[in-house]
DNA sequence: GTGTTGACCACAG
DNA sequence: GCTGTGGCCAACA
């Protein structure tokens, strides 16, 4: 049996948000099964060994904010206002932006 | 196996 | 509205 461990279905998660789309931590986790590893799913994205290659600057926190990225918040938001994603004052509008995972709107 | 760390979230003041 | 504290989870030393 492959059991692919908890940072690993974040990655293929993620890989799996389109362009102009964005996710939350929280999102992601509850995704995975653990709707309360939203630090842990943090943490697997700091590691990033899958970067460039995983979008993970799609992922920002609930509350909108870009939260962090492991080459700068700047390159953060350089990188989501090519996609197409406004940000008002630091943040996203989740309301708007927000992509939901298997299942389409 | 234990302790620390971290790109978070929710609640209280 | 902003700041501070507590809690949850997984990976690393």
Do not use: W
Not at 33 to 48: D, E, K, T, Y
């Amino acid at each position: 049996m492959t059991m692919k461990s908890f940072d690993q279905r974040v990655y293929e998660l993620i890989s799996r948000i389109p362009a102009g789309r964005v996710s939350t931590y929280a999102a992601v986790a509850a995704a995975i099964g653990c709707p309360r590893g939203s630090r842990a799913v943090g943490n697997a994205l700091n590691r990033n060994p899958f970067a460039p290659r995983v979008p993970c600057h799609r992922i920002i926190r609930s509350d909108g904010a870009l939260g962090g990225f492991a080459f700068g918040s700047a390159k953060k938001a350089f990188l989501l206002s090519q996609e197409g994603i406004v940000i008002a004052k630091g943040k996203i509008d989740l309301n708007r932006y927000r992509h939901v995972f298997k299942l389409k709107r």
